[in-house]
């Protein structure tokens, strides 16, 4: 299958072209050429799959055209060693629980694969050409993408990880999954947000000097790897309430807490394949870029602002302009597929506690947002799934002080803690963080 850029100004490119360079020299992003539908008779069937055998059937659609059989199926069974359970919590409301992977956040699935189909890429470049210079792999972050593809990329041979994360700006269990980990992985400690973070990985693709220097490319979302494979979770969710029996022909709503967008447009994609979806929810916190476009029909980037829900505090989301082009740049087409929330960080606080009284379920930030969003916006005879993106114990301080609880630290996120910090501070500014590139 081949790749187009959303600006249309680059040439086409293969799977292994997007996968390797991330983003298009346009500074478009990759988006697939066909979005392939999936039989109805995968529909009738799917709550008698596993999770690996429904991602593996929506792996085939997305990556069956560039990928053997036998090597598409190893990726993606490899990847997917964890389940990614529904919850009930209230009524006709389900969380969709991503946080049971290796760094407790839904992240863990696209940095997973990403980091399989990359090396089976390099080593058939290898083969090839004989060239076994490193890949180098910039990711900027504003807490879980940064641990989660420093994990699914560590000890990976002929691979080395940059995180760039914004000083300060990360909890310290964030911070401690990507800056204790040494071997392939260089922690970047920027003096700026996650947007600049963000500018800094998008400005280095576009220099001739250093993508003549080094190979280089991202395990953001802004990389399809990354993001189409977070469809999954949404068909496995869906097979889960009909194995369960709690849809019964009601229509269901999912909500997705958001940031970068690289999470919901994974969603889309899937509802675009035929998955049964009626309606989708993007919850921000303050940073209401998104909220206003649905609104005023008027995209307006700004300056990220920081929130309790840090992962989300995204000012100039990337995937944007993947969600644009997927409805054809029609606002009309966007605000009837998806509806949008916005919460100042004291109705966070109020949400996590009032859930918590109610159901005794504990919310993470980002899960709150998700979770008002839907119970504020799912119609009477429907279902709804909010997206529970990461343990809550990653934000123990946060959760502890509004829930007045002390929340168990899982062993393995405790093992992280007990890591020694290797980070490298670097200023807001491209040319140190070209000079510093060059020189590795």
């Not at 190979?215 to 369960?244: D, E, G």
């Not at 849809?247 to 994609?269: D, H, R, Y």
């Not at 007990?418 to 980070?423: A, F, T």
């Amino acid at each position: 299958m081949k790749y187009y850029s959303t600006n249309h100004k680059a040439p086409e490119a293969t799977l292994r072209e997007a996968v390797e360079k991330g983003l298009a020299p346009d500074r478009g992003l990759y988006m697939p050429e066909v979005i392939k539908q999936l039989p109805q008779s995968f529909f009738d069937t799917i709550d008698k799959l596993s999770f690996q055998e429904i991602a593996f059937e929506v792996a085939k659609a997305f990556f069956g055209d560039d990928v053997d059989e036998a090597s598409l199926k190893h990726i993606v069974y490899d990847t997917l060693a964890f389940d990614t359970p529904v919850v009930q919590v209230k009524d006709n409301i389900y969380a969709l629980e991503l946080f049971h992977g290796p760094t407790f956040a839904f992240k863990d699935v696209g940095a997973r694969f990403m980091a399989r189909l990359l090396q089976y890429f390099i080593r058939k470049d290898q083969e090839k050409t004989g060239d076994k210079r490193l890949v180098n792999v910039l990711v900027a972050t504003s807490g879980d993408t940064g641990s989660a593809v420093a994990n699914g990329f560590l000890g990976v041979d002929g691979i080395h990880v940059y995180v760039l994360y914004p000083k300060g700006k990360v909890s310290k269990i964030q911070e401690s999954q990507f800056t204790t980990l040494g071997h392939n992985i260089t922690a970047l400690e920027v003096d700026g947000v996650f947007d600049d973070c963000q500018a800094l990985v998008k400005s280095a693709f576009m220099d001739k000097e250093l993508t003549e220097h080094m190979i280089l490319t991202s395990a953001n979302s802004i990389n399809v790897a990354r993001f189409l494979p977070q469809a999954f979770y949404y068909f496995n969710a869906y097979a889960q309430l009909k194995r369960a029996g709690a849809l019964n022909g009601k229509k269901l709503t999912v909500c997705v807490p958001s940031g970068n967008f690289g999470n919901i447009t994974a969603g889309l994609f899937g509802a675009k394949m035929g998955l049964p979806v009626s309606h989708f929810i993007a919850a921000n916190n303050a940073n209401d870029v998104f909220f206003k476009y649905l609104k005023t029909g008027v995209y307006t980037p700004m300056a990220s602002k920081q929130t309790l829900a840090n992962a989300m505090d995204v000012g100039a989301p990337s995937n944007f302009a993947r969600i644009l082009d997927l409805y054809h740049n029609s606002h009309d087409a966007i605000a009837k597929a998806i509806s949008g929330a916005t919460y100042p960080d004291d109705r966070i606080r109020e949400t996590m506690k009032q859930c918590y009284k109610e159901t005794g379920y504990v919310l993470d930030p980002h899960g709150a947002c998700g979770y008002q969003a839907l119970k504020e916006q799912l119609p009477a005879e429907g279902v709804g799934v909010f997206l529970e993106t990461a343990h809550p114990a990653k934000f123990k301080e946060k959760v502890d002080t509004i829930l007045g609880t002390d929340i168990a630290i899982p062993e393995r996120l405790q093992a992280f803690m007990k890591g020694k910090k290797q980070s490298i501070e670097m200023p807001n500014d491209f040319d140190a963080f070209k000079k510093y590139l060059l020189s590795q």
